[in-house]
């Protein structure tokens, strides 16, 4: 799987963002697909990811209710809506996609578990 990450920027504290990353050309029913960020200085860090079958989400607690995580499936593209955004929020943010085998798998955090990565877009979030 090839992906492709864009839409970064720099963005001023409170205004938003939408992040997309598309993938190569096949069926994704059995993937998951995740965002994640790193942080100078710091470790990657998991954002959010989805359920490709059935649109399922899951989030870390610093991005509920302001970043949302969608998936066209047409366009075998995800995207990620980043709102209200804070300084602390800037980062250089990856997709990754986790092949599962299967519909029903939990989706999970684990940077690990992902076995293919974009390249990473940067976002900038000025205070």
């Known amino acids: 799987v090839q992906l492709q990450a864009s839409g970064g920027g720099l963005v001023q504290a409170g205004g938003s963002l939408r992040l997309s990353c598309a993938a190569s050309g096949r069926t994704f029913s059995k993937y998951h697909m995740g965002w994640f960020r790193q942080a100078p200085g710091k470790e990657r860090e998991f954002v959010g990811a989805?359920?490709?079958?059935?649109?399922?989400?899951y989030y870390t607690d610093s991005v509920k209710g302001r970043f949302t995580i969608s998936r066209d499936n047409a366009k075998n593209t995800m995207y990620l809506q980043m709102n209200s955004l804070k300084p602390e929020d800037t980062a250089v943010y990856y997709c990754?996609?986790?092949?599962?085998?299967?519909?029903?798998?939990?989706?999970?955090?684990?940077?690990?578990?992902?076995?293919?990565w974009g390249q990473g877009t940067l976002v900038t979030v000025s205070s």
């Open positions: 989805i359920r490709w079958s059935d649109g399922t989400t």
């Open positions: 990754a996609a986790r092949w599962t085998g299967s519909t029903r798998v939990v989706l999970t955090a684990a940077p690990s578990s992902y076995g293919s």
